[in-house]
């Protein structure tokens, strides 16, 4: 009895004498311990003996606190979980709030299986879409250092810097044909949301794209559908390929310009407390949609995708999309770094958890994708417009019926 008083008193008082490193950590697993979405997991992992162990490590300088908080959140086994240096903690806030970004262009994810380093998406415009590097693509090595070593962050941050540098690439696709790229880093405008009008003889649709989901496209989305409804727009295809995510509240924001006190998402936080989030009564467009989703398609525009498909107010075309069901939340942790940190998981309206699933299309589309989406050459934007037409056709004949059927009573 005495001697466990004894052991708790000598770690009471070893915390209050911590380096400025280890209390770096500390406050890092404090934030951990506080909000990660599922207690039961830190439990298993025993989180508070991890904290122990942890801060028993020589951690005198900023890379040390850097590598014990790796090493501290390896358990998880969360890739989404992780410690932001200073670098990609400015490059995260720079692609969440700024117009550009210098790097390859990948949007990478973790497989939670094999831990191999997959390719979500590329940006459009950006050196790795130009390489032809597509979603599904297997980084292994980052100038000859296996990702494997790496882990998600680390490669990610290899892939970054200044513009005009060179990275060395080794790519396995899916059909395990391996490959060299050598890609030249650069700015990449991110321009997050494209749109434009397609005409025909007899309709007009608007051709609305997300790349991302930053803090700026909400208040573009708006802009984007009132001047599509001032040029006469029937319908829209939304074009959510290739978007990795971002703010998650930017795309229920998106949501609620499409849908009228419905439901957007339902999330469900550490405590097993759900929360649906419903749109409010106006909308900015509320015509025909067809919505545009592949393997690239993930978090955030997955929320938008399944919320619009649930509530029966677009269709959806493509592929099924990536499967990740769970929101992050970015903390600062000193002055220029940070972690994020699953804080919840999110169901779409009618229930479903996609995570690891995905969101599957009511309509697949099995035809080759094109390099510059939205372009003349695009057989998805192509099968859209199909659809659209024959929808605007075919209310067109049931109104000419209606109003025959009016016409014979009338007289």
């Known amino acids: 009895m005495i001697c466990i008083f004894s052991t708790n008193f000598l770690y009471i008082s070893s915390v209050n004498a911590l380096s400025d490193s280890k209390q770096f950590v500390l406050d890092a697993w404090t934030l951990v311990n506080e909000g990660y979405y599922d207690p039961e997991r830190l439990d298993e992992i025993q989180w508070k003996k991890i904290r122990q162990k942890t801060l028993q490590k020589q951690i005198e300088t900023s890379d040390e606190a850097y590598s014990a908080i790796e090493d501290m959140l390896k358990p998880l086994e969360d890739p989404f979980t992780r410690i932001l240096r200073p670098k990609d903690y400015e490059l995260l806030k720079t692609s969440n709030f700024g117009s550009e970004i210098n790097g390859v262009g ?171 989030i419903i749109s409010q009564e106006n909308t900015f467009f509320d015509g025909p949609m067809v919505t545009l989703v592949n393997k690239g398609t993930a978090s955030a525009s997955e929320i938008l995708a399944g919320s619009l498909q649930d509530n029966k107010r677009s269709t959806l075309m493509g592929e099924q999309t990536y499967g990740k069901g769970l929101i992050q939340s970015l903390k600062s942790l000193g002055e220029d770094s940070g972690i994020a940190i699953t804080v919840a998981s999110y169901l779409t309206p009618e229930g479903n958890n996609i995570q690891g699933k995905g969101i599957t299309p009511d309509k697949i589309l099995d035809l080759p994708e094109a390099r510059d989406y939205g372009n003349s050459e695009d057989k998805w934007v192509k099968n859209a417009e199909i659809y659209l037409n024959a929808l605007f056709d075919e209310n067109e004949v049931e109104e000419k019926v209606n109003e025959l059927e009016k016409k014979d009573i009338e007289n």
């Open 106 to 276: 990948l949007q990478l994810g973790e497989d939670e299986m094999t831990k191999e380093i997959k390719v979500i998406s590329t940006l459009a415009g950006s050196p790795a879409e130009e390489a032809g590097i597509i979603s599904g693509d297997q980084i292994d090595k980052v100038d000859g250092i296996s990702c494997s070593e790496l882990g998600l962050a680390n490669t990610a941050s290899k892939l970054r810097g200044e513009s005009g540098t060179k990275v060395l690439v080794q790519i396995k696709s899916m059909s395990n044909e391996t490959k060299e790229i050598d890609l030249e880093r650069r700015s990449v405008d991110l321009r997050p949301v494209r749109t434009k009008r397609l005409r025909d003889d007899s309709h007009t649709i608007g051709y609305l794209r997300i790349t991302q989901f930053s803090e700026s496209v909400p208040k573009k989305i708006e802009e984007a559908l009132q001047e599509l409804k001032e040029k006469e727009v029937e319908g829209i295809i939304l074009d959510l390929r290739n978007n990795s995510g971002g703010l998650v509240s930017s795309g229920i924001a998106v949501a609620d310009s499409f849908l009228s006190e419905q439901a957007i998402v339902e999330t469900k936080d550490r405590n097993g407390i759900k929360d649906a």
